[in-house]
Structure formats: C-alpha cells, structure tokens
C-alpha cells in the first residue's frame, strides 16, 4: 500500500512540476454616447496548456451594462477549449480559437426578474509573450449564437447570430505562466 501511495505522490508531483498553468484575466469597456451605452466587464481567468496547441480554460466574472438607464449586473461563467494554430518562429507571438460556451446571470436594477444570457462560438485572439512568465493577450471578435431570456432583451441584451468583429467584442488581457 505504502508503494502505492508513494507512486501516485510521484506521478502528481512530476506532473505539477511539468503543468503549464496560467492565471490572468480581461478587461473591457465600452462607452457608446450616442446609444447612451456603457459596458464593462472583468474576467479572472484560469487555464491548463495540454500542449502547445490545446488548452482548456474558464473565466468566471462580471458583467455591467447601462442601456439608457436600465442598469444590469451580472455573474458569468465562461469555459473554453483554446486550439493555436500558429506561433512565430521565436514563439513571441501566436494565434488562437476559443471555442466556448458561456453563461451569464443577474438582475436588473429594481427588477425583480433575472435576466439570462448564453453564448455558444469561437471566438479569435492573439497572444505576445515577451517572456516565458507573461503573456499579453487579446479576444478580438466573436463568431456564434447569443441568446438571452425575455428578461434581458427587454432590457438590452440581443438574440443573435453570425459574425461580429465590433470593438465591444475586444478583451485586452494578462497572464502568468506558471
């Protein structure tokens, strides 16, 4: 049993030693006057590099959105499976997807009804790693299903699908490779 035990500390230890963790997150805002439209968002973001290719991932975070005055707060939870498809020769720079399904969840501002949104696409980005520790990287679009619940497209939130490279679908984010 004690060569068991030993083995299975062995074998997890090696395999945190060789783990390709990271830790990071996103910002975004976006203000519209004409609209009159605000959005923010902070991401937290945790991953697991399988590979250099594959890694799994979530942000788990928050949403606001001003919409005129209609004011929403929201929770959102939003996992992924990233595949990169190109690094540069010196591997400063790559290029990624982000598959993902994404889930977010609040209330409007004296509402009482929730209001419930989904995403389901990719969603392109690229990284620059000026050095092995830290990464700079950035969501650029969105190519997929949105949904929302009744609740939320009254206040604001769409129902939609296709593509959309618009500045509110830019994250700018930062990561430490452990």
Do not use: C
């Not at 902070?42 to 290719?53: D, H, Q, W």
């Amino acid at each position: 049993m004690k060569r068991i035990l030993i083995s299975l500390a062995v074998i997890m230890v090696s395999f945190a030693a060789s783990a390709q963790v990271y830790i990071g997150g996103a910002l975004g805002f976006m203000r519209n006057e004409t609209d009159k439209t605000t959005n923010f968002t902070i991401l937290p973001e945790v991953g697991y590099n399988f590979n250099s290719k594959i890694a799994l991932g979530a942000s788990l975070g928050y949403l606001f959105n001003d919409d005129d005055g209609y004011k929403t707060n929201m929770g959102a939870v939003d996992p992924y499976v990233r595949y990169t498809f190109f690094r540069s020769s010196n591997e400063v720079v790559s290029l990624f997807l982000d598959g993902t399904v994404g889930f977010g969840f609040g209330k409007e501002q004296g509402d009482s009804k929730a209001t419930f949104i989904w995403d389901i696409g990719v969603k392109p980005g690229i990284a620059i790693h000026p050095s092995k520790r830290f990464s700079i990287v950035a969501h650029i679009g969105f190519a997929g299903y949105q949904g929302a619940n009744d609740i939320a497209e009254y206040y604001g939130f769409k129902e939609q699908f296709g593509l959309d490279f618009s500045s509110l679908n830019l994250n700018i984010g930062f990561y430490y490779n452990f």
